[in-house]
């Protein structure tokens, strides 16, 4: 079956660190996104992607990037880690038919 | 620019009664409105979608929603609460089927009591 996955599932790092989240789907969809979610704050959208090369800025896109050099992969950097990026962060992929379908998510801490 | 609002951060029932999660929407253009389900340290899960064909739509575990264009609103409901409903629900909005990221409301808590 089609899946999108997230790793790691927890991640630890301290405040000026680079970071990583990886985001990888196996629906063959174009279009692919990064949301946190925040308590009070619901889902919020930082960055999303089109398609290879496609990269465009959400609602959040402040200390963050991404890169898409395959279909598959959407990959999440903050490239100084601060506290306040403290938060559950959500990859999805979206298809023909509107809806998106999740991964489980990252839960990342910065101390 | 769309927006959502979920009317009540949490929303709590007894067991059997009926659940009402409320949700309006603004948008420009005819919209496509979803409601997600998350339970405890899990993603997001699709309830039931609206596309502009009819305008009752019946999701899994007996969910179901209205789009009413008059009132801007597409509530969620479900005659008889489970225990195993209880979780945090979204209501998300977007402007067509295609590439649009979906925007989501701040999410509604519902609780069970038995």
């Known amino acids: 079956d089609a899946e999108i996955t997230q790793s790691p599932r927890h991640k630890i790092t301290e405040t000026g660190r680079q970071v990583t989240l990886a985001c990888h789907q196996t629906?063959?969809?174009?279009?692919m996104f990064w949301y946190r979610q925040d308590l009070g704050h619901g889902l919020r959208l930082i960055h999303y992607s089109y398609g290879v090369q496609d990269t465009n800025k959400g609602e959040v896109s402040d200390g963050y990037s991404v890169s898409r050099s395959n279909t598959e992969d959407l990959p999440l950097t903050l490239e100084s880690a601060a506290s306040s990026q403290t938060s559950v962060y959500f990859c999805?992929?979206?298809?023909?038919?509107?809806?998106?379908?999740f991964g489980p998510g990252t839960r990342l801490t910065v101390t | 620019a769309q927006s959502v609002t979920q009317l009540g951060s949490h929303v709590s029932v007894s067991e059997g009664a009926l659940v009402l999660l409320r949700c309006n929407y603004s948008?420009?253009?005819?919209?496509?409105l979803f409601w997600y389900v998350q339970y405890p340290n899990q993603g997001l899960q699709l309830l039931l979608k609206?596309?502009?064909?009819?305008?009752l739509v019946k999701g899994i575990n007996d969910f179901e929603a209205e789009f009413k264009k008059s009132e801007t609103s597409f509530h969620l409901t479900k005659p008889s609460a489970h225990m195993s409903d209880a979780a945090e629900y979204f209501c998300?909005?977007?402007?067509?089927?295609?590439?649009?990221?979906?925007?989501f409301g701040k999410g509604t808590r519902l609780s069970v009591i038995a």
């Open positions: 948008s420009s253009v005819p919209p496509y």
């Open positions: 609206y596309t502009s064909a009819a305008t």
């Open positions: 999805a992929s979206k298809g023909d038919t509107g809806e998106q379908y």
């Open positions: 629906w063959n969809h174009n279009n």
């Open positions: 998300a909005v977007s402007e067509n089927s295609g590439n649009t990221p979906l925007v």
